[in-house]
């Protein structure tokens, strides 16, 4: 009995020598991993930052690829919805011209019923700043004859036709110094008179009034009217209205400047008056 328990005390302490050497070897062989660890990270850490940065930048060039390309289709998508717009804006500013060319069309044939009114568009003019003379896209074809009065929208006297082909025609304006217009001053105890242009103030865009009754007071602001008279222009086309009133000499031959109602700078389309009869084959002589 008492040998078997020195056996199994023997066993005991072996036992324990052994986990007690087993742990030592252990302890040691860890303190040796992390060292030999240590010493090979050493020497390997600037690598490891090396190829880091590397892949950082890799990843940036891609990166940087891919919002170009989206960039690029982003902006050619804005492009197109651009062009879109720009053309829509372009059809709806034609609509709107048309519109108002319509409208334009519509007062004017409230005033003038005995006519027959024909749109055109200014196609050419001579050189210059000023329209004096200039064609329109509408002729012979369309039933526009020598002679036939020319509007703006706003019922201002343009001139009238001088020249009619097929498909266009040629436009005296009553700045041109060849234009004689029989007018009225348009107010309580108003005049015959006669407006005309006038080389020198061609280039002003303006014309002249003589031929002024003495017994009428013309003033600055006064309207000036087509008077209907001579058979050329119907009644009540606005021409312009003074700006200027001129004596020379005597009260017998004083003038007046006339700012015309239309600004022929900036003038675009037009509008002939085409007498209802003439297409009922009347002879319009006059």
Not at 2 to 16: D, P, R, S
Not at 37 to 47: A, C, G
Not at 67 to 75: P, R, W, Y
Not at 135 to 152: A, E, F, M, Q, R
Request: include cysteine.
């Amino acid at each position: 009995m008492g040998n078997l328990f020195k056996k199994k005390g023997f066993i005991l302490i072996l036992v324990t020598v052994l986990l007690i050497i087993i742990m030592g070897v252990a302890s040691t062989f860890e303190s040796f991993s992390s060292f030999i660890s240590n010493v090979i990270s050493v020497p390997l850490t600037p690598i490891q930052k090396f190829f880091s940065s590397i892949g950082r930048e890799v990843d940036n060039v891609i990166s940087y690829f891919k919002d170009s390309k989206t960039m690029k289709e982003e902006n050619e998508d804005l492009k197109e919805r651009v062009e879109k717009l720009e053309q829509e804006n372009r059809e709806l500013k034609n609509l709107r011209t048309k519109n108002e060319e319509l409208r334009e069309a519509l007062n004017l044939k409230g005033l003038f019923d005995d006519f027959e009114i024909i749109g055109a568009n200014v196609i050419a003019k001579d050189p210059g700043n000023w329209f004096d003379i200039f064609k329109v896209d509408v002729g012979t074809g369309d039933g526009v004859t020598v002679n036939c009065p020319v509007l703006s929208g706003g019922n201002g006297l343009v001139g009238r036709v001088f020249e009619s082909q097929h498909t266009s025609s040629k436009i005296i304006t009553i700045i041109d110094g060849d234009s004689v217009i029989d007018g009225w001053i348009a107010k309580e105890k108003g005049g015959s008179v006669r407006i005309r242009g006038d080389m020198g103030l061609m280039d002003q865009g303006l014309c002249i009034m003589d031929y002024i009754p003495l017994e009428v007071d013309v003033s600055v602001g006064d309207v000036i009217e087509t008077s209907g008279l001579g058979g050329l222009y119907p009644k009540g086309i606005v021409i312009g209205k003074v700006i200027e009133v001129r004596n020379v000499k005597s009260e017998f031959k004083r003038y007046a400047i006339i700012e015309p109602a239309v600004n022929f700078k900036k003038l675009e389309e037009v509008f002939v008056l085409k007498a209802k009869y003439e297409a009922a084959g009347v002879d319009n002589e006059n």
